[in-house]
């Protein structure tokens, strides 16, 4: 068995920080919730096996079986399976870790920091709100249509990412690209425990009123998330008539739908330049359709980027 890499512990060291502050400070079931993740876990290594079937597919028409097959061959080595294996568990650790942290952040820190958000995102575009400002330049119902069904197309995109890097045949760009994903996402939970934030459409919904009926999609995904919000706050008498979802946590800053795709288009630059263009284009359009609907200040972007970049670069050393 190969050592353990060094992001392969700060997944399980991480991990284990979440469970221990949650378990304390919440009566979190650390055991329940993991074995409620194990759906997770077979839909993440069905991508991987999906990315590869796509990868010996597309060596089949460009240059004959014969390479399919060597794919192939090489990625059934056990070895290969075994690695492929701590690649999907780790990753799937990750979300665990990231997903029940976001739920939680009320809990464990009550500040909210969006009216020191909103005023930065003033002071540095100049007086102007940059959330009315690009609703005011694209007034047009149909592109906020758009926006509303392209924002809603984040894990799909994440999913096609993770399948096509976790079935790359070399096993350290597999790493660098793990290594990477898994910085960005655990630094994005730890920064929305640190500085908690719930975004524009809760703080000053007004701003969004004649968007909300052109944007159904995110319109009734910020309802969901308020009510599991208002619950989480208000302590376990409401959880108990409501339920949790792991997928319903609101945090704002660094906003991680720009910041997710913003990475993979960095990890892709050399790799594959024509995915990379493509992520590039999701990312941006991710951050107008945040701004437009409200989820995020466009600091909250930057920050994403940011993160996203020195994911990348951190990642590339670590895998």
């Known amino acids: 068995m190969r050592r353990w890499r060094p992001w392969e512990v700060l997944v399980l060291a991480n991990a284990a920080v979440v469970g221990s502050v949650l378990a304390l400070r919440v009566g979190f079931s650390v055991p329940r919730s993991l074995a409620a993740q194990l759906p997770m876990l077979a839909v993440a290594g069905g991508l991987v096996a999906g990315g590869a079937g796509v990868r010996a597919l597309a060596l089949a028409l460009a240059g004959g079986a014969a390479r399919a097959r060597l794919y192939l061959s090489r990625m059934t080595r056990p070895a290969a399976l075994l690695d492929l ?30 009216p020191l958000l909103a005023v930065l995102d ?100 910020q309802r969901l998330l308020l009510v599991q919000y208002d619950a989480v706050t208000k302590g376990s008498a409401a959880l108990g008539k409501t339920g949790l979802n792991s997928a319903f946590g609101i945090a704002a800053m660094p906003s991680l739908h720009v910041a997710g795709q913003a990475f993979v288009a960095f990890f892709a630059r050399r790799r594959s330049p024509r995915l990379a263009f493509l992520f590039g284009l999701f990312s941006a359009l991710t951050f107008a359709g945040s701004l437009i609907s409200g989820w995020h200040y466009a600091v909250d972007g930057y920050a994403g980027i940011l993160l996203a970049f020195f994911a990348w670069r951190l990642g590339e050393r670590m895998g």
Request: proline letters at 7%; aromatic letters at 20%.
């Open 85 to 114: 294996a701590r690649f999907v568990v780790a990753l799937t650790l990750v979300s665990w870790s990231y997903s029940w942290l976001k739920v939680f952040v009320p809990h464990l820190n009550g500040w909210i920091t969006d």
């Open 122 to 221: 003033f002071r540095i575009h100049f007086g102007v709100n940059p959330n009315r400002f690009l609703i005011e330049l694209f007034p047009s119902p149909a592109f906020w249509r758009f926006l509303d069904v392209t924002y809603a197309q984040f894990i799909l995109t994440m999913g096609v990412a993770f399948a096509w890097f976790g079935s790359a045949l070399s096993r350290r760009d597999r790493g660098r690209f793990a290594a990477g994903f898994a910085l960005l996402w655990i630094a994005g939970a730890w920064l929305y425990v640190a500085a908690p934030s719930l975004g524009p459409c809760y703080v000053f919904p007004e701003d969004f009123a004649a968007v909300r009926p052109e944007m159904p999609l995110q319109t009734q995904t």
